[in-house]
């Protein structure tokens, strides 16, 4: 693996915003308007209940939380995606670039945009709520590596689909984080879950995160969780490799990478 033409990469997916006002705003608008919807909400219920002291840290933070998935998934599949639209996915493989390095420079993009709105975000949530993120404690860190991980194997996983089936699976890079949030726990704890389904919550990484998260913010550290949350990352990564690998070298068997490139 070369360093260089990672960081090469790195480049040619992070240049692309230096001259789009769209994609910038893109990047921080959303992010904006769901930190003010729940935010404010949350506000509302604190005025309606007094028994909701913390309601606000809680979602407030979730919202935050979950936007690291999202960012990081879509840091791997709208580099690929700019690829596709820009018809230089051909010259990318034609390049002597290996897979790995492709992947690794995608992953740097999730991380450089998941840093760059979560400090966003958290400013944002400071001065409009008076959360401060710092106050999950030393949880914040391992948290949050472990909400990088988990969109990592959703943006890898969404990638080797958009190999296989080009720009006609396009809106599935938008479509695959959400459909993990209902079962993850992200506003609410498991426990509202019917009883059949929190065994498929469980299996899902990012719910240990916000469990773990609504924890801490009450003073705890739930190491049962953070393991858990590790462990199955671990697998899920190593299986979103595999299908990586399996449909490129599918995609690449077929032709399918000169017919997603040039149309």
């Not at 608008?29 to 005025?47: C, H, K, R």
Request: aromatic residues 16%.
């Amino acid at each position: 693996m070369n360093l260089w033409r990672i960081w090469a990469l790195v480049l040619r997916y992070t240049y692309v915003y230096r001259r789009s006002a769209i994609r910038i705003l893109e990047v921080f608008f959303w992010p904006a308007i769901d930190l003010l919807v729940w935010g404010f909400l949350t506000l509302y219920l604190q005025q309606r209940g007094r028994e909701l002291p913390s309601g606000v840290a809680f979602l407030v933070g979730a919202v935050i939380f979950w936007d690291v998935i999202y960012r990081s998934q879509q840091g791997i599949t709208l580099s690929f995606l700019e690829d596709i639209w820009s018809r230089n996915l051909l010259n990318l493989f034609s390049a002597p670039v290996r897979v790995t390095e492709f992947v690794g420079a995608t992953c740097v993009v999730g991380i450089l945009k998941t840093l760059v709105v979560g400090l966003y975000l958290t400013v944002l949530a400071f001065f409009l709520y008076r959360f401060n993120l710092l106050a999950v404690g030393p949880a914040l860190f391992p948290l949050f590596v472990n909400l990088l991980l988990t969109g990592w194997a959703l943006g890898i996983a969404t990638t080797a689909l958009l190999l296989r089936w080009g720009q006609a699976a396009e809106g599935i890079a938008w479509a695959v984080p959400f459909a993990i949030q209902p079962f993850s726990a992200v506003f609410y704890p498991v426990s509202v879950l019917p009883s059949w389904l929190q065994p498929v919550a469980w299996s899902i990484p990012a719910t240990h995160v916000f469990e773990g998260m609504r924890l801490a913010l009450r003073g705890g550290f739930a190491w049962d969780h953070l393991v858990y949350a590790t462990l199955l990352n671990l697998v899920y990564l190593a299986l979103a490799g595999i299908l990586f690998a399996l449909l490129f070298a599918s995609a690449r068997e077929k032709g399918l990478l000169v017919k997603i490139g040039t149309q």
